[in-house]
């Protein structure tokens, strides 16, 4: 870090004089001072209060270095809520903290990070506030073409980071845009070029947003021209462009450094028309070219890019034409290749229906062996039932109730009571009955499916069990076959299902009903 500063400044000396007579006959004296402070006779070394201190040193340091340059290496970059700048700028050996107030940090034709070397231009001052001094910058530059190279690739990743470089957000250019916006200054030979470039290939109407390519604001410009035709409504007066095209002259890298900024990058990236970037010559890149969907060497490329030729298309019209008026005077024997190649490719009927027929062959098996099987488990059933129908078994039972019923001493006000208990029991029960009979959804046109022997089938599984089921509707019942390729039975009409009305049953009644699989109970009436 080196200082520069005016030949014409002066020599600061002093700005109160001091007499240090007095205190070196006190020293001499033996006199090292006591308790409480004295002013003595002849003593001119009044003391001074921290502010006043601070204000001799501050007036000191501003007119001693009012004017320097310094070469550093920025650290710890912020910028305030105010607007105003705050870094240190370093060297391997020290650290002098800066300030740069918000008017000229809005100047700044770069933005500030921390590693990038710089050469800021302003006047050292104190902060009384902690004892410490810094630089005011004025104006700061990048140190070096080096320096800017090196904040050219930083900003490079931080925004490849971001993605607004990735390949899959470049979009397709138009084939053939009715209307080309393009984005330069309107006195340079660029866009001559274009114009007529595109006034040789494919005439296009053109919309010219002027803007300056370099120099301050040159960068706040060409993002507010791209953003400028994005915002353009589509029925708008002014056609809306289906191209746009950034593109400046060659130059050296400060010339470019507009492309560059972060403003003009960002724009190109949230842009809604498609961007083809022709910024500088061939060997020039800059982070515009990697935002835009597409890149150009030059301007007069991008024009080239941007159309086709005109008479290319014309012969590639012709030449279409010319193969159709070809291609119908053959039709009918193409037609009937195709056909006999089709035909030989059917396949023959008997191999269609083998499948099918094998199908049918294990089809009709299973349900024979169904039927084997569903007789033989009735068998067994009937066998079980018929065990509990013994004749001795019955005789025994009577004989037990006819011995409980002797025992049993029967008064009629007993019953009476117990029988009216049981009908306000079951009454309730009598009024829902009517609901719960499984015949009244017959009424409405559903149906009941069962199996032959009678038993209602409530699952599919059950019913593929059977060979042949009965469907049960309001009007009677149907036998059907479950077998694929079977017919179905005729209807038997069966007389009509009329619901009952609800019937009050006391305990005695219930009782005296027989279940099928037990044996019948006395009746007690």
């Not at 462009?241 to 002259?249: N, Y």
């Not at 084997?372 to 005789?395: M, T």
């Not at 609901?435 to 032959?452: E, H, I």
């Given at each position: ?44 070394a ?8 601070s ?45 740069m ?64 470089f ?15 916006g ?80 972060e403003?003009?990058v ?50 590639q ?76 078994l ?117 009782s005296a ?13």
């Amino acid at each position: 870090m080196f200082a520069a500063t005016r030949a014409q400044q002066k020599d600061v000396h002093s700005p109160v004089p001091f007499n240090r007579s007095n205190d070196d006959d006190s020293f001499e004296n033996g006199r090292s001072g006591g308790l409480v402070a004295k002013q003595e006779a002849g003593d001119n070394a009044a003391p001074l209060s921290i502010s006043e201190i601070s204000a001799l040193l501050k007036r000191t340091v501003e007119d001693r270095f009012g004017f320097v340059r310094l070469r550093g290496e920025l650290s710890g970059v912020k910028r305030a809520a105010s607007g105003h700048l705050y870094c240190a700028l370093k060297d391997d050996k020290a650290v002098i903290d800066g300030v740069m107030w918000r008017g000229n940090a809005q100047r700044l034709p770069f933005r500030p990070e921390d590693g990038v070397e710089v050469i800021a231009t302003g006047k050292l001052t104190t902060y009384p506030g902690r004892s410490k001094y810094q630089i005011v910058i004025e104006s700061m530059e990048i140190a070096g073409e080096g320096a800017l190279l090196a904040l050219l690739e930083k900003l490079r990743q931080r925004l490849a980071a971001e993605g607004l470089f990735a390949p899959e957000r470049k979009r397709a250019l138009p084939f053939a845009p009715r209307v080309i916006g393009v984005v330069t200054s309107p006195t340079g030979a660029v866009i001559r070029d274009i114009l007529h470039r595109l006034a040789d290939r494919f005439p296009t109407q053109v919309l010219v947003w002027p803007v300056l390519v370099q120099g301050e604001g040159a960068a706040q410009q060409v993002a507010r021209a791209v953003r400028g035709f994005s915002e353009m409504p589509a029925d708008g007066p002014v056609p809306r462009p289906d191209l746009v095209i950034v593109a400046r002259g060659g130059g050296s890298i400060e010339d470019l450094w507009s492309f560059n900024e972060e403003v003009v990058v960002r724009a190109v990236a949230e842009s809604s028309i498609p961007i083809i970037s022709a910024v500088g010559h061939e060997t020039d890149t800059t982070l515009c070219d990697h935002a835009a969907d597409r890149r150009a060497p030059t301007p007069t490329a991008a024009a080239e890019i941007a159309v086709p030729v005109r008479m290319e298309l014309l012969s590639q019209l012709e030449e279409m034409g010319s193969r159709m008026r070809r291609s119908a005077l053959r039709p009918v024997t193409l037609g009937r290749e195709r056909l006999e190649a089709r035909v030989q490719r059917l396949p023959r009927p008997d191999a269609i229906l083998a499948a099918k027929a094998q199908i049918l062959d294990d089809l009709t098996e299973r349900l024979r062996r169904g039927q084997r099987d569903q007789a033989g488990g009735k068998r067994e059933v009937l066998a079980r039932v018929a065990g509990r129908l013994s004749l001795p078994l019955l005789q025994r039972q009577v004989v037990d109730a006819a011995k409980d019923l002797q025992r049993t001493g029967l008064e009629p006000r007993l019953l009476t009571r117990r029988m009216a208990i049981e009908r306000d029991r079951l009454a309730p029960f009598a009024r829902v009955l009517p609901q719960l009979d499984p015949r009244l959804p017959l009424q409405r046109g559903y149906a009941l499916v069962k199996a032959t022997s009678g038993e209602a089938l409530t699952s599919r599984e059950k019913a593929a069990a059977h060979s042949s089921l009965v469907l049960e509707f309001r009007d009677g019942e149907l036998a059907v076959s479950t077998g694929t390729g079977g017919s179905t039975a005729p209807s038997t009409p069966a007389p009509k299902a009329s619901v009952s009305a609800p019937r009050t049953e006391t305990a005695s009644s219930k009782s005296a009903r027989p279940k099928p699989s037990e044996p019948r109970q006395g009746d007690l009436f």
